[in-house]
């Protein structure tokens, strides 16, 4: 059996990951919308619609070292 | 490297009768990027030459009868022998050729059509095989048919009305389809308990006016139907044999026609006045003592030319110069931005770090050898992707190298790695940051350079120095707090200040908000451990799962060996993808934001092809 403390330390990285995942899939639904249809108007928009599509990724890069941090700080 | 090539500012004017040898002869030469006049009080632009409506006639027709036919687009090698004249004649007999066939295969089509409905009614009324003409309308006669759900209630409330009806029943996939004749003066009554049974009437538009019985009759309409189909089979095989025999010639009309067009309507480029025309335009200027010798010579001295160096608000066009193993990540540059013309053009540190971040996400000798032959197969097949495959293969080679210092083949440890991605994850994401930080650093000289040269030395300390100041700053904060460096953290402090205080000097206070983007941006580098990271475990459960079935032998070896090839296909095709965006985006975001302007248009000769 787990103890309730390793546990809770699991769930507590599993929420830093996935929170943040949620939140950069949302910011990005919402700029990846926008993207497209600025594409559709003007096909050279594609560079910048990649770029501005994938900023909030930075988001989740975070939450994964927030995670790995509280996985092995509480070993 | 890092400059694209000189441009000189070329400015060519003559009198209306020689424009014409002038434009064929700049078109040849494929060097001038012409820059559209925009009508002004001084001089309106030119008029098409007066071969220019003709030839876009004929352009239209090939172009409508190449996507009539379906021609594709490649390269064939087809000579014309005479020109327009040609291409006319041979137009207009294709266009009457296939003008029937089309026509006869539309009739033919609707024929089909129709006799598809026809059979489909014939088939639900050969359940109740009565002779179809009976279903016409009657005087004394109220006549229904379609579907119902049974009879035997719809005969009881029938009967306790009249017995002067006859129902006809057939069996249709679920419900019963029914044919009903009833006295007209009760048809009230029939429709009432009809209404009960879940009658739904059906209409025989195609069928009603036919005669004889419905088996009769499909028998005839299948014979139709197959008539047809054959008669449509042999008018696309017919146009299938037109377009074999006139594809050649039709992309190489449609090639000659848009080269004619692009020269007769050039004039519409230019500025002109009622005898005179001129041509604006850039040169690159290696290649315009020569050029303009061309143009004296073909038009026997009667233009005058002249050439001067870019003025600071030009807008010149860009043509990248990189030497050839750079040349395929102009890629790149192509899909964001051109840079202007006095920045520097980020080719060539593309070419330094994109395969290494992208190495370091895949990261794997397996993964690396696999798609460095996946992309040389491609590359030998899509002529047109070359570059992109290019750098997919140097950046695949490098993923080799990093395979080897990570120790991994297909997410398996067959050496001793450098840095184990497994178990030495901080190790590895300090050293990812470490890469940022050296990474963003180059951008940020990159960017002092083009400051100075474009607003000088004080805007470039103000406005990019200062970054370095802060970074210095922070540093001296955080390793006196943490002890390292005995010190006073004020020193620290004292440094950030003023680093703040140059920053809000040279980009003003929008400065202030991006203070803390610049950290950001390093540890978004961690992403190079954290994809490789995620790479790796995959490989890792892959493998586990499938030795865990492979150790069971017999059957389960096949399960072990699928769950295998399924998982690492799949793990690869992840791997390429995200390491390709996700490198791209280091150096989109990250890397070019501190210093790329970007926004020139692109170097495009006049004549040059697509």
Redesign the interface.
Known sequence: MVELGSGLVALASALAIGISAVAAAWAEKEIGVAAVGAMAEKEELFGKGLILTVIPETIVIFGLIMSIIILVLTK | MLRPYDMSNVIITGPKNIQAPVVRELHDMKILHIVDHSKSELADIGVPMEDASRLSDALVKVRSLMSSLGVKRNGEGFILKKGIAEIESTVKKLNEQLSLYLEDSKKTESLLSNAESVRQELELLKSVDIPLELLAPYKSLAVFAGYARGTSSLRTALSAVTQKYTLFEGAASKKSFIAMFIDIKHSQHAKYALEKSGFLQVNFAHAGNLRGTASYNLVKTEKEIKRLSSRKAEIRESISRLHDTYRGFLLASEEYLASQLEKSEAPLRFASTSSSFLIKGWIPSDELSSSIERIHKATKNKVYVHFEPPKRQDKVPVKLKNPKFAKPFEFFID???MPMYREIDPTFFIFLTFPIFYGIMLGDVGYGLLSLALFWILKKKIPSGTRLLSVLMLASFVTILFGFFFGEFFGYEFIHPVISREHD??TL?YFAVGVGVVHVNIGLIIGFFNELRWHGFVHALFGKLSWFVLEAGVALSVLSIIGIIPISIAYGAALVAVAIFMLVKGEGFKGIIELPSIF?NM??Y??LM?IGLSSVVLAIIVNRSSFHFIEKGGLLILVGIIILIIGHAINIVLGLVGGF??S??LH??EFFSKFFAGGAPKYYPFGAKE
């Open positions: 899909l964001y931005s994850m901080f994401m950001a540890l978004s961690a992403r954290a965006l996700h791209m985006r989109y975001v």
